[in-house]
């Protein structure tokens, strides 16, 4: 597609239930990011995916978090037995290229919200 | 450990003037830097990359400067537009980085007509 496409946009969900987040990259793009965004703060990082390689997971906050890309394509973000302090903006974003010599394409985000 | 600093306040302009933001950051020797907006309930978009061996980035009426001795780098949108109003982010990417970028918390640029 033209550019990084997020599913759902919007998610409330009860405390305690499982979420899945979709992030569709642009075509051809083999670098591929999440970030989180709490309410009037900065961009959190949480993964990253780079080609066939084993992902940076250095910024998932606890092991409630977990990601996986397919196919080198579509990425799922997943949170576990979810807690009021994952309500956030759930941001995905691409790249050509590993090296930061190129802009990330966002998304708009899915947010989400835990009552 | 690596810090990156923006004014945390709101920087507030009359249309028509130049506004300048600025980035620093600690602990890092970035090959590049890069430069992002984001508007409320969006995501950010990419604006300007500058490398190390550039001084100063053009495009349209953005410019951005890199300093790599004192640590900074300048963003400045000359006849600044209220359409220019949104939060801007900085984020320095080292040398043989794996392209995981770590932003600063951004400032928010509100022009006044």
């Known amino acids: 597609g033209a550019g990084v496409s997020q599913s759902p946009s919007n998610k409330v969900t009860e405390k305690g239930k499982d979420v899945e987040l979709r992030c569709d990259p642009i075509s051809g793009h083999t670098a591929l990011y999440w970030y989180r965004q709490s309410l009037g703060q900065g961009l959190e990082f949480l993964i990253y995916?780079?080609?066939?390689?084993?992902?940076?997971k250095s910024g998932l906050p606890s092991d409630r978090f977990s990601a996986e890309r397919t196919g080198g394509s579509v990425s799922t973000l997943t949170i576990q037995r979810t807690q009021q302090e994952d309500s956030a903006v759930y941001l995905c974003?691409?790249?050509?290229?590993?090296?930061?010599?190129?802009?990330?394409?966002f998304g708009s985000g899915t947010r989400l919200t835990v009552v | 450990s690596q810090k990156i600093e923006q004014n945390s306040e709101a920087l507030n302009i009359q249309e028509g003037k130049t506004a300048t933001l600025t980035c620093n950051y600690t602990n890092y020797s970035p090959a590049y830097l890069q430069w992002y907006r984001q508007d409320p309930g969006r995501g950010p978009v990419f604006l300007l990359l500058?490398?190390?061996?550039?001084k100063e980035k053009r495009k349209e009426r953005l410019k951005v400067t890199f300093d790599t001795t004192l640590k900074q780098s300048l963003f400045h949108i000359t006849a600044s537009q209220p359409a220019d109003s949104a939060t801007y982010l900085c984020a320095p990417v080292g040398s043989g980085n794996t392209g995981k970028l770590i932003f600063g918390q951004g400032t928010t640029l509100q022009v006044k007509p």
């Open positions: 995916f780079q080609g066939n390689s084993a992902p940076d």
């Open positions: 500058i490398r190390e061996n550039e």
């Open positions: 974003a691409s790249s050509p290229s590993r090296q930061g010599a190129y802009g990330y394409t």
